[in-house]
């Protein structure tokens, strides 16, 4: 597709979801979430109830709020590290390079508090960020064929990220409807292994005070091809709130 066409439907793609002026303007996004599923229960991990969160709108940082425990707070701070602070500001874990550590062999059976802090943490602020995560330098993109979806034509877009993002794989397909708005992504968990390739489906979408986004999202594997299978649902999100941070003028 040409180049003029395809920036078109990138605009119209950010426009759909909130603009990129009124992104602009933004620091950070406070979410309250839930959040379950297999993949909690394959890595001891607890579910999460209504967790209050922070996503940076400019750099890939996150916090997670009364994280492990209530008045404490974890933190990503992109790939370079993930800490865990008590209610006084003071380090009580910290992990550096913490996409490295998941080589080991315990992480395919069992994650600790800084695993999860990593791959939760760049995981939902991805979530939260997209498609404005499309604003940011060194993306490439390819249109692929559009298929045709329940409601109408469905335009697929494959998204290479750029190194210093951390994200589940560096190559992922956005499936954005008539509306222009993100209907799912295909991506591989790579944390989890090089096996697991996922569709995540989103839904129901709410306007947070200018920003459009979805409240629904369910993650299923995807063994072959480009259907879904529907078990084990691998995560379910929902997401309760979602407070634009504007920044201070």
Sequence with gaps: MAGHDFHA??????????GAAFWRELGGLEARLSASGFLFSAKGRPVLRHAHMWASTTDP????????????????????????????????????RPR??????????????????????????????????FLRP?????????????????????????????THSRTQVFYFDEQRLLTRLDYTA???GGWARAA???EDYHDFGGLKAPTRRRVWPLFIGDKPMRFPNL???????????????
Aim: with cysteine; aromatic share 14%.
């Design 190 to 192: 790579e944390v989890v």
């Design 100 to 133: 490295a550590a998941f080589r080991g062999l315990r992480r395919q059976f069992r994650w600790d508090e800084l695993d999860f802090l990593y791959f939760g943490g760049y995981a939902t602020w991805n979530y939260l960020t997209t498609p404005f995560i």
């Design 138 to 166: 060194g993306f490439s993109f390819e249109l692929l064929p559009p298929v045709q979806g329940p409601q109408g034509e469905i335009t697929r877009l494959r998204a290479t990220f750029p190194p210093d993002i951390p």
């Design 61 to 96: 940082r996150f916090v997670f709020y009364d994280y492990p425990r209530p008045g404490w707070r974890g933190e990503l701070i992109g790939d370079a590290e993930v800490r865990i602070l008590d209610a006084d500001g003071c380090v009580m874990a910290r992990r550096e």
């Design 235 to 249: 995560v379910a999100l929902d997401i309760d709130d979602i407070r634009p941070q504007r920044i201070a003028s």
């Design 200 to 202: 995540h489906l989103c």
């Design 9 to 18: 439907i990138l605009d119209a793609i950010i426009a759909a979801h909130g």
